[in-house]
């Protein structure tokens, strides 16, 4: 077993502040979607949030895993995990990384914006270039992120919309009506199929949970 690394995995030379313009705030488009501004097409950086602090992240499709600088998790004081094994780093011509081999990780919550939820991640520790994080391939794709280096922004679906619809479906309202105590839609009885999708969306130590009305 081995990863890949992109561009951002060197011998750690250090963030220069003056490089990099920081992105704004995103925004969302057609209710779907958050779209934030990056730096370049050819240093997709942001800002996101880790532990409640800022730091620069390298969206980095070049790279399988997701990696952060030593020197970022002393900083945010962040647990590190040992691996059993050494994982060996190659860049793209199959040469090893001067870096070295991953031996640690960390497991923590990013929010690639102030809107958006917290989405969990494994991040390799290990000297970075010009960055704090570098988010991977294999992240991106599992998060549904689009890297758009023609209008150089990243897109990243809303999952809290989604959940919204999903439930709205369920139970037949749309998003901003105001339900009655006693709306019929709700009284309907739901069939097994309907009652798996609720449980899916609500978190596991309410299911089973029983709701008496006072009257």
């Not at 980095?60 to 997701?66: E, H, I, K, N, P």
């Not at 917290?118 to 570098?134: G, S």
Request: proline content about 5%; aromatic content about 6%.
């Amino acid at each position: 077993m081995f990863t890949t690394a992109g561009e951002g995995v060197d011998e750690g030379k250090g963030l220069d502040p003056k490089e990099l313009a920081v992105a704004e705030l995103c925004v969302y488009e057609d209710g779907h979607f958050i779209t934030i501004p990056i730096t370049n097409a050819s240093q997709p950086k942001t800002k996101i949030n880790v532990k409640g602090a800022q730091v620069v992240a390298l969206w980095d499709s070049g790279a399988t895993s997701s990696y952060i600088n030593p020197k970022t998790v002393e900083d945010l004081g962040l647990e590190v995990i040992r691996y059993p094994e050494e994982v060996p780093v190659r860049m793209f011509d199959g040469s090893e990384s001067i870096g070295g081999p991953i031996t640690k990780f960390v497991e923590t919550g990013i929010r690639v914006s102030v809107e958006d939820k917290v989405r969990m991640i494994r991040l390799d520790v290990t000297k970075l270039c010009n960055a704090d994080v570098v988010i991977g391939w294999e992240w991106m794709k599992k998060e549904g992120v689009v890297l758009d280096v023609r209008e150089e922004v990243i897109k990243i679906p809303c999952r809290q919309k989604r959940e919204g619809e999903k439930l709205g479906a369920v139970f037949g309202f749309k998003e901003g009506e105001v339900l009655g105590p006693r709306d019929s839609a709700l009284e309907d009885e739901l069939s097994e199929g309907e009652q798996e999708e609720l449980l899916e969306l609500v978190p596991s130590e309410y299911h089973g949970v029983t709701v008496l009305e006072t009257r």
